[in-house]
């Protein structure tokens, strides 16, 4: 389904965004052999730079170039990639791209002209750049898609104006909004691992699960961010998309079939099973200077007095038959202890009677770092008596899949958006329902409902909020008993 005759086209291409992923992606693409026969890339930015500057950024966003083959690659990626600089807000600037796309276009076989347009750029200019992208730079003949990326607005309010500006240039077929959860390998693991396994399918409901816990936890404060952080916090960043996103497929019913449409269906209809969240379901976390480092005031970016919180816990309950008073945690944080994402889901006790006292099953999707699944079962202990302990089923993915390349996020999402498939990608239904989910909450915190609650505070490098414990257990978490 890969179009030959295509052009991708990077807005922000000196940016964070494109120096850190979009590019490393394309290459990581390109090098697999993935990309669409006779691809170009053009990279588009304010930057004024000539191609050799800009090849030389490009050497430098790729890393892990070691062998002979991956150099060789890497020459003839850059021999295929462009730069033009331009503004992003008026007309001359744009037209002057068309017309490099279309010198470029000149080198093809056949009639058809394909743009895959890449935003990586402050949501500022996103509906500026859309529209003169739509006006200046649309192929009449071939195929042009959009991928866009979070922020999408900050609220229920802000999100339907984005969207409703960007539908009056890219019609929903052709926008591709990338969440890059769901081109994470665990994430999608989540469809085979609930149906395509009858044991877990089982065992997936109200009547097996006491409550489950999403986790997102990294080592590193907002450094160098704090600007855009302080506007969005942790809750915007990555609760509202990232982790329920991710609680979507894990609760969604079994979508029809395979396809974008009726997977997205699903995820939409038990999104909208859950209310919004309640005040007291949430604790809100800031971390202070600790371990010698600075706390998330001290950064020169953010307002001295800021009640941003840069760690949030919160419980979603969803309102249908599978999961009715099931609590879902949670629970994301900046300046932890370590870097980990996981979904923990834990089994209810097993009626009481000849066992006392023993641990729960868990199973636990380990997202990263080193994917992995492992599922906690009480065991007998070998040997002349009976004993039950806890163990693991562990499956490692380095130990079970050796030598098989897992795909980075962006490399799966961008080869979807090029093949034209959305199942990956998140609908505008999704997004609204999202952030009726969020929204009071953050208008809370924000401030809009009366005074700004303030978060209580945690150390750089520690576990978060030390109130963590207790509001855990509150929602019926129990650690497990060891041996
Ligand atoms: C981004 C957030 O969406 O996701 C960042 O804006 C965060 O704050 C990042 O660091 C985490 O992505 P990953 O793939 O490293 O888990």
Partial sequence: QLKDNTIIIVLGASGDLAKKKTYPALFGLYRMGFLPKGVKIVGYARTKMDSAEYHKRITSYIKNVEDEEAKTKLEEFKELSTYISGGYEDDASFDNLNKHLVDIEGGFQGNERNRLFYLALPPSVFIPVARNLKVHCYSKAGINRIIVEKPFGKDLESCRELLSSLKQHWSEDETFRIDHYLGKEMVKNLLVLRFANVAMGAAWDKNSISNVQITFKEPFGTEGRGGYFDEFGIIRDILQNHLLQTLSILTMERPVSFAAEDIRDEKVKVLRAIPPIEREDTLLGQYVAANGKPGYLDDDTVPHN??????????????????????????????LNEAKVEIRIQFKDVTQGIFKDISRNELVLRIQPAEAMYLKLNTKTPGLYTRAIPTEMDLTYKRR???????????????DALKGDHSNFVRDDELDVAWKIFTPILHWIDGKSGPAPKPVQYPYASRGPKELEAFIAKYGYKRSTEG
């Fill in 306 to 335: 800021s009640v941003c919180p840069t760690y949030a816990a919160t419980t979603l309950w969803i309102h249908n038959p599978r999961w009715e008073g099931v609590p879902f945690i949670l629970k994301a944080g900046k300046a």
């Fill in 401 to 415: 899949f050796t030598d098989i390349h897992i795909p980075e996020a962006y490399e799966s999402l961008i080869l």
